[in-house]
T-cell receptor, first 110, second 116 residues
């Protein structure tokens, strides 16, 4: 599975859009980009995944660059409950072995 | 629909002892994966159970073993505990069809193991 690079930490004002970047320059053609987050003292929670098209669900949007070497997770209106560690993971669809890095610690500022 | 549950929530053991952690998968799921999360690190994949057999393993020694039962619940057993085994142990359930995952993994709250 391709390796990912994320900033260690980010801050975002409450109510603003939080944009979390992820680099995955060695991604292969059949690998998907997945995002999970982990709120303190809880298990990780799935957010969204995509292959090459932009994706949106009730939680977030995922923007993948045309060359697929990077992506951005967007939380459109961040709330205090979005404070968490966000993990970007690249793997083949159906591969159940999630390889977590250290993620980005996102802090929402009131 | 019930979520993923784990027991116990906290556990303290001494070095050399054995421990068993339990996980009940989400309704409708047939697969359980186990992860170890050391403080300040991301979760690390230990192994997965599908159809009551191990279906993939991470870089963990044989003293980490598991079981899956007909109701798809699972146990993680760790023998000869070491101080470095202190961590949050997470289980995640999902649905595999013909060995391929078709949905995301749903994680339980974890069991915090402390080895003294």
């Amino acid at each position: 599975d391709a390796k990912t690079t994320q900033p260690t930490s980010m801050d975002c004002a409450e109510g603003r859009a939080a944009n979390l970047p992820c680099n995955h320059s060695t991604i292969s053609g059949n690998e998907y980009v997945y995002w999970y987050r982990q709120i303190h003292s809880q298990g990780p929670q799935y957010i969204i995944h995509g292959l090459k098209n932009n994706e949106t669900n009730e939680m977030a949007s995922l923007i993948i660059t045309e060359d697929r070497k990077s992506s951005t997770l967007i939380l459109p209106h961040a709330t205090l409950r979005d404070t968490a560690v966000y993990y970007c993971i690249v793997l083949n669809f159906g591969n159940e072995k999630l390889t977590f890095g250290t993620g980005t610690r996102l802090t929402i500022i009131p | 629909e019930t979520g993923v549950t784990q027991s116990p929530t906290h556990l303290i053991k001494t070095r050399g002892q054995q421990v068993t952690l339990r996980c009940s998968s989400q309704s409708g799921h047939n697969t359980v994966s186990w992860y170890q999360q050391a403080l300040g690190q991301g979760p690390q994949f230990i192994f997965q159970y599908y159809r009551e057999e191990e279906n993939g393993r991470g870089n963990f020694p044989p003293r980490f073993s598991g079981l899956q039962f007909p109701n798809y619940s699972s146990e993680l057993n760790v023998n000869a505990l070491e101080l470095d085994d202190s961590a949050l142990y997470l289980c995640a359930s999902s649905l595999l069809l013909a060995g391929v995952g078709i949905n995301e993994q749903f994680f339980g709250p974890g069991t915090r193991l402390t080895v003294l």
